[in-house]
């Protein structure tokens, strides 16, 4: 069973397999407006954005847990740059500990690692997707992330 993410959607919103379209107080606009559209990113404004991003998913963690949570499928291109930064072009399929090891570059870049020195692309937009994507996994608990089939 899949989870499909909806990123560019205002707001953003997860459909589950089964059940009603759950829209979060949250786009990645407001997280670009809210600090995560300078890049590289300061160490506060990814506090900010993971705040903003938890305090918009807390109030429907139980009603996701409530689906089967194989796979979390990203329904548009948030996340296109993610297979480059992780090292693997030709995979659309990823595991929650990638998610996590592309996150940690986050977290070193915000407190001052070079971004061209991590990989992390100077991509405002995929920051926030980054965010919203890795808080996600982490506190509803999906192993897998699915991507869009590169055309």
């Known amino acids: 069973m899949t989870t499909r993410l909806y990123l560019h959607a205002t707001p953003i919103t997860l459909q ?12 990645l606009d407001r997280l670009l407006a809210d600090g995560l559209a300078r890049f590289p990113p300061g160490e506060a404004a990814i506090e900010r954005a ?7 998913l807390m109030p429907h963690v139980a009603a996701l847990r ?4 194989e796979v979390l499928w990203v329904a548009d291109d948030g996340l296109a ?6 090292g693997d072009e030709a995979r659309t399929r990823w595991h ?14 915000a407190a001052g690692l070079p971004a061209h020195r991590a990989g992390l692309p100077a991509q405002p937009r995929f ?16 192993q897998q992330l699915q991507l869009p089939q590169p055309d």
């Open 127 to 142: 920051i926030a997707a980054l965010v919203v994507v890795r808080e996600l996994m982490h506190h509803v608990g999906w």
């Open 81 to 86: 740059a993610l297979p480059t930064l992780l």
């Open 50 to 56: 993971i705040a903003t991003t938890e305090d918009a």
């Open 66 to 69: 409530a689906h089967p949570l």
């Open 96 to 109: 929650i500990d990638a998610l996590e090891r592309a996150f940690n570059l986050l977290a070193d870049v």
């Open 16 to 27: 589950p397999a089964h059940g009603e379209a759950i829209a979060l107080a949250l786009s």
